[in-house]
């Protein structure tokens, strides 16, 4: 049973920085597609950044120059490095991978509190 399994989050004073990590488990697979997605209360989730397996990037243009997503398939982990967070950054972060034969996947999520 693959897990995919968040970690890194807590609460930061805004300008401040977290990193957090993701790691799969469970099996053994390759990684196509590894991303982060946030969903703050009463709003939709919404996409943050995804990595895909020949090292592409993408950025919501609200994070833009303040976040990097970087992703280790040999480790099967995925990371988000996050700074100059502001308090609009509070939310609960969830990891996504997308594995080859195998489907999608989502982690269980980490909260993520910007404190102004």
């Known amino acids: 049973q693959v897990q995919l399994v968040e970690s890194g989050g807590g609460l930061v004073q805004a300008g401040g920085s977290l990193r957090l990590s993701c790691t799969a488990s469970g099996g053994i697979f390759s990684i196509n597609f590894m991303g982060w997605y946030r969903q703050a209360p009463g709003k939709l989730r919404e996409l943050v950044a995804t990595i895909t397996s020949d090292g592409n990037t993408n950025y919501a243009d609200s994070v833009k120059g303040r976040f990097a997503i970087s992703g280790d398939n040999a480790k099967k982990q995925v990371y988000l490095q996050m700074n100059s967070l502001k308090p609009e950054d509070t939310a609960v972060y969830y990891c996504?991978?997308?594995?080859?034969?195998?489907?999608?996947?989502w982690g269980q999520g980490t909260q993520v509190t910007v404190s102004s």
């Open positions: 996504r991978m997308i594995l080859i034969r195998l489907g999608d996947y």
